[in-house]
């Protein structure tokens, strides 16, 4: 059973997992590239360090509500 953190510990527990995530990745040409979309995006974005370390040449990019129809080709 996996049990759930304490009430306190909640927000710095899933906010370092939710800092290192990728939402779409896709290979072309040998070269990695990874996407994270964010709707309600308003602050700097920075590419997961571990993603970047473990995949060294690969590209990250954001993609938001504004751009979303130019990413999915519409």
Same mark, same amino acid.
């Given at each position: 059973?996996?049990?759930?953190?304490?009430?306190?510990?909640l927000f =710095?527990?899933?906010? !370092?997992?939710?800092?290192?995530e990728i939402?779409?990745?896709?290979?072309?040409?040998?070269l990695?590239?990874a *996407?994270?979309?964010?709707w309600?995006?308003?602050k700097?974005?920075r590419? =997961?360090?571990?993603? !970047?370390?473990?995949?060294?040449?690969?590209?990250?990019?954001?993609?938001?509500?504004?751009?979303?129809?130019? *990413?999915?080709?519409?």
């Amino acid at each position: 059973m996996i049990r759930r953190p304490p009430r306190s510990t909640l927000f =710095p527990y899933t906010t !370092l997992f939710r800092s290192q995530e990728i939402d779409y990745i896709e290979e072309s040409g040998g070269l990695l590239q990874a *996407f994270e979309f964010k709707w309600k995006w308003q602050k700097k974005f920075r590419p =997961p360090s571990a993603f !970047l370390k473990a995949y060294s040449g690969s590209q990250v990019g954001l993609v938001t509500k504004d751009d979303f129809a130019g *990413f999915v080709g519409g």
